[in-house]
């Protein structure tokens, strides 16, 4: 009977618990949502926002059938003109229909994972530097305590301007507007993976360290072999709070640049003002908080891959 009881209380906390408290807010978020009145008419509901993301990928879909039919036409039209001129240079030219709210996702994504990469491979070397040496880490403190409580908001108009002057390319993928907001996640993102690899280098048992000298490893050795594999769990921790910041920081980034994204789309929504627009944007809300947690779950999964600990 014990194991069964054990197998019972699991499933309860895992399954049963956590739809009981979704089951009570979403009753919470209902009842406060029909007694506030907005100038935009009442406050969405779930079910509010259940009827917007169908909308949302209604409004996908009419928009791929329309990308699809452009670039069928384009290709008709190619291929006609090159019977009749078989020297022509077909120039073919993208759809430049409004990007859909999934459009905007997939842009925010990338954005993000592209600052927070620029983030790591900047923070993590930096912090196992400063977690070796006494004097590096004496030198760098000062200037990371001192960037660090820097708000997005501060870094932004000055990133922006620095961009617009020395950055000037027509790759479509490299857009201006991309490299301000990777930028901007980058400078406010790298802190916590800094700091946490330092303390998670700085804190590998003395015994490991005596077996380093023993074996007279080589210092790329040493930190490979020795250091990485005993910082992991910390410098994990760090990494999932920098991700987190970087997805917080590129929805305000967007928002306030007018960067395409989903910050742009609830800014965009917010000042068309019509009578869908509370209910857009709150189903914005809970798809910015849905890939977070989706984010900060791929991060422990990863963890969980590569440090040793993980299972123990």
Known sequence: MKPYLTITRRCLRQIIAPV??????LMIWQAAANHIDTMLGKFPGPMDVVEQTQNLVAEHRDQRVKADAFAERQERFISERLVHEPDWQPVRRQYTGAPTFFDQILTSLVTVLAGFVVASIVAI?????????RFAHQAMNPIVQLFRPVSPLAWLPLVTLVVASVYTSTDPLMTRSFVVSMITVTLCCLWPTLLNTAVGVQTVSSDLNNVSRVLRLNWFTH??????PSAIPMMFAGLRVSLGIAWMVLIAAEMLAQNPGLGKFVWDEFQNGSSQSLSRIMTAVIVIGLIGFALDRVMLLLQRKVDWQAGA
């Open 20 to 25: 009981l408290g979704l089951l009570v807010f």
């Open 223 to 228: 930190v490979v072999k020795i250091v990485l």
């Open 125 to 133: 070397p930096l912090g196992i530097v400063m977690g070796l040496s």
